[in-house]
């Protein structure tokens, strides 16, 4: 803070300097001029300044008048904010993390029993509704699972943003969603029949399909959407 103090009094002595000698004869008009010294060939240079904030800036940017350089964090040529601060931004990378693993015989999915028998582990007793999207390749071979929310005994929030983002990390073409009834009743409800028309809607814009959506209730019992003619 101290150079910033110092450097706060000498533009302040500088204005009032400048004030009394150019006030007088040209009272509504005034140029700020500070006198940054070691210029070319040992003479001074002048920085002009309309007003006080430019100043400050100039003398941030060029250093303070009485030889000292500006602060060691901002140098000519830095982007800088209207405080005179740096501004930073943030470099960031993302990428997939594998959790765990489970055993699949299948290579491929092709029928609806295929997503149940894979994700019953997933989704079976469970007392809370969970929503799962499986990642496939352009073959249909699953290459990763997500379990993308874990909701209420009834209701689950799903937003695309996060079922698709986790399609992208995998370079899945294709992807399949499953969630469970904990009642074990495996009826799609209204809301079910809305969320996955949103989600075939964003995966038909970011070129991901929506091969199909199957609610797994107890007792083997399981709803597929394609089989339905929903999707």
Do not use: W
């Amino acid at each position: 803070m101290a150079p910033l103090i110092e450097l706060y009094e000498e533009v302040n002595k500088a204005l009032r300097q400048e004030k009394s000698r150019t006030m007088a004869a040209r009272p509504a008009q005034f140029t700020l001029k500070e006198v940054k010294r070691g210029g070319a060939g040992g003479r001074p240079e002048y920085m002009e300044a309309k007003s006080i904030g430019e100043l400050v800036q100039l003398k941030l940017n060029f250093g303070a008048s009485d030889g000292d350089s500006a602060p060691s964090e901002v140098k000519r040529g830095t982007p800088t904010s209207r405080s005179g601060c740096l501004k930073k931004l943030d470099i960031v990378s993302i990428k997939m993390v594998k959790e765990s693993s489970v055993p699949y015989a299948e290579f491929t999915m092709t029928q609806p029993g295929d997503v149940v028998n894979l994700l019953r582990n997933f989704l079976e007793g469970a007392d809370r509704e969970s929503f799962v999207a499986i990642y496939l390749n352009a073959k249909n071979e699953p290459n990763a699972i997500h379990v993308v929310s874990i909701g209420a005994l009834d209701r689950c929030h799903v937003h695309p943003r996060e079922v698709f983002k986790a399609a992208i990390l995998a370079n899945s073409s294709c992807i399949i969603l499953a969630h469970n009834h904990p009642s074990g009743n495996p009826s799609p409800s209204r809301e079910d029949i809305e969320m996955t028309s949103r989600l075939k809607k964003a995966g038909e814009i970011l070129g991901v399909e929506v091969l199909d959506h199957v609610i797994v209730g107890d007792n083997g019992r399981f709803v597929s959407f394609k089989t339905k003619g929903l999707i």
